[in-house]
């Protein structure tokens, strides 16, 4: 099975300043066909989960471009450039070349 | 707009059989694989199952595999999970979602497992 950690759990910033999660996978998410399969998610308080990020670094539609990700193979980050209010809640990664699996969730607060 | 709709979700024993259903809307359902995603209270999010375009390719998560089974109506653009020998582990929101890359999630609906 393929384990996504993240780091750190909790997360408080201050609206305007930048923001960094980190998430490590316990296998290499790069496919023969060139892709790698890791997302971003966004649970806000009280709501189902929305997407951010895929493929490491493509935005979902209508995600605003102060959310960015990278990294390759077992390392990768989701920045937000400038945190607004509404970016509080619950960020998970998860891996998609081996079934599913999410990393524990980062609380960010403000 | 892609909608999606989970419903069934109740009080069950320990034990019981529970069938969610995830009604879709607003894209071709068949051209989607869809998935199953469950977050027992105040945890994380736990994939559970997915199904392809047909109901040809189907995998389950380790813990619910043997008990729950997947299935999609095409024709009623409808997903299902046959959830049987619940326990009480298996309380949670259950989310469906669209596609390889679950870039759409339903509301969800609770199943609580309990005496």
């Known amino acids: 099975d393929v384990v996504m950690t993240q780091t750190p759990l909790s997360l408080s910033v201050i609206p305007g300043q930048p923001a960094s999660i980190s998430c490590t996978s316990s296998?290499?998410?790069?496919?023969?066909?060139?892709?790698?399969?890791l997302y971003w998610y966004l649970q806000r308080p009280g709501q189902s989960p929305q997407p951010l990020i895929r493929?490491?670094?493509s935005r979902f539609p209508g995600v605003p471009d102060r959310f960015s990700g990278n990294g390759a193979g077992t390392d990768f980050t989701l920045k937000i450039s400038r945190v607004e209010a509404e970016d509080v809640g619950v960020y998970y990664c998860?891996?998609?070349?081996?079934?599913?699996?999410f990393g524990q969730g980062t609380k960010l607060e403000i | 707009q892609v909608h999606l709709v989970e419903s069934g979700g109740d009080l069950v024993k320990p034990g019981g059989s529970l069938r969610l259903s995830c009604a879709a809307s607003?894209?071709?359902?068949?051209?989607?694989?869809m998935s199953w995603i469950r977050q027992a209270p105040g945890k994380g999010l736990e994939w559970i199952s997915y199904?392809?375009?047909?109901?040809?390719?189907?995998h389950y998560a380790d813990s619910v595999k043997g008990r729950f089974t997947i299935s999609r109506d095409n024709a009623k653009n409808s997903l299902y999970l046959q959830m049987t020998s619940l326990r009480a582990e298996d309380t949670a929101v259950y989310y469906c979602?669209?596609?390889?890359?679950?870039?759409?999630w339903g509301q969800g609906t609770l199943v609580t497992v309990s005496s």
């Open positions: 979602a669209r596609a390889v890359s679950l870039g759409d």
């Open positions: 607003g894209f071709t359902f068949s051209d989607y694989y």
């Open positions: 199904i392809d375009y047909t109901g040809t390719t189907i």
């Open positions: 296998q290499n998410l790069l496919h023969t066909n060139n892709k790698t399969y």
């Open positions: 493929e490491v670094s």
């Open positions: 998860m891996q998609g070349i081996n079934l599913y699996t």
